[in-house]
């Protein structure tokens, strides 16, 4: 259904680009995230809302709904985006997945070091940016933007309630919470563990209940939702993908504003981009403080270690080239983007040392 609704918006879209004007009227960008006050989703949408809004000098209003009250899901969210209900989303790789699968090449494990490559990565001109924003342009029709690769809540981490994990060994047989898209629970398998899809809200209360014995989240959405309380008690910074956000918009809404314009909004994404970039760093100080505190055991795997998380997760890649629609494309401009990071970080780094 939404593919067709995209081809059939695609010539409206058009038609919206050639006549855009020269007429001077205000315009409203309506963007929602399915989070609360508390993510680095809400702290992007502030930054974008008030560098827009000012730097528009008030020619654009951004009206921001925080929660389920525009979407549900992320289907359901993308659907509003294409056909103009909805102005601006966030969702993850998983909400995504079934609309746009190859977005799930963010949820690769172990290809990006730290934040300093990830974030050069996810820079809006890097090859592997642009090409997932023609492959986002090519399969809605037209319909749906990229606008800009941001993050939300920092490194998804192995957690759970059971013991410490070191190694791939150690994961043997635990039931790991992933979302429903087929990647996480291939990485899971990889590694040894049992993958147990199992809806966000209902993740507390199953650890609680040992219908799962742990998840694969960042510190914050740990701490944020009280998972220790429900027994969350051993966290390995294994680092295994950088928790990436993609914000998509309208096509029609930003080509309907005159050049001035979409410069002034194009810019807002790239601010809000870097205030999610550093959002969870600072969150995150906290956090793990406070994880510690409580009593939780917080591990720092080897350079040995960590290397044997990635040679487990290794199948995974030719899995995800094989069998996901645009996944060796994907996969390709990742790995390209990666390198040509490493290089540049890498040089920077010994020039700042000598």
């Not at 050639?18 to 960008?29: E, K, N, R, V």
């Not at 490559?117 to 592997?128: H, P, T």
């Not at 043997?172 to 087929?182: E, F, N, Q, S």
Request: charged content about 20%.
């Amino acid at each position: 259904m939404l593919k067709t609704t995209l081809k059939a918006l695609t010539a409206a879209t058009m038609l919206a680009a050639s006549s855009i004007a020269t007429q001077a009227q205000d315009f409203t960008i309506r963007a929602t995230a399915n989070s609360n006050e508390n993510d680095e989703d809400y702290d992007g949408l502030v930054v974008f809302k008030n560098y827009v809004e000012a730097a528009s000098n008030g020619a654009i209003a951004v009206e921001l709904f925080i929660g389920t009250q525009l979407c549900s899901n992320g289907a359901e969210c993308l659907q509003g985006v294409a056909e103009g209900q909805i102005d601006v989303v966030i969702q993850t790789s998983g909400g995504t997945a079934g609309i746009f699968p190859f977005v799930q090449v963010l949820d690769l494990p172990y290809l990006m070091s730290d934040d300093r490559i990830a974030e050069a990565v996810l820079a809006n001109d890097s090859g592997f940016v642009q090409t997932m924003k023609q492959m986002v342009s090519d399969t809605s029709g037209g319909a749906v933007r990229l606008m800009t690769i941001g993050n939300t809540g920092g490194w998804r981490n192995f957690a759970n309630t059971q013991k410490r994990i070191a190694g791939p060994g150690d994961m043997d047989g635990l039931k790991i919470r992933t979302v429903v898209a087929d990647l996480p629970q291939e990485l899971v398998r990889a590694l040894g563990a049992s993958p147990t899809p199992i809806p966000w809200p209902e993740l507390f209360t199953s650890l609680q209940t040992g219908v799962v014995e742990g998840s694969k989240n960042g510190i914050t959405d740990i701490m944020n939702m009280k998972f220790p309380d429900a027994g969350l008690q051993y966290v390995t910074l294994d680092g295994h993908a950088y928790m990436g956000a993609l914000w998509f918009m309208n096509n029609e809404k930003f080509m309907s504003m005159p050049e001035d314009l979409r410069v002034v909004v194009s810019d807002g994404f790239y601010q809000l981009q870097q205030a999610t970039f550093a959002s969870p760093k600072r969150k995150s100080i906290q956090a793990y403080e406070d994880f510690v505190a409580g009593g939780g055991d917080l591990y720092v795997p080897t350079p040995d270690e960590k290397a044997a998380f990635k040679d487990a997760a290794a199948p995974v890649y030719d899995w995800f080239k094989a069998n996901v629609d645009g996944g060796a494309e994907a996969f390709g401009a990742l790995v390209a983007a990666v390198a040509v990071a490493e290089e540049e970080v890498n040089a920077a780094r010994m020039a700042d040392i000598k």
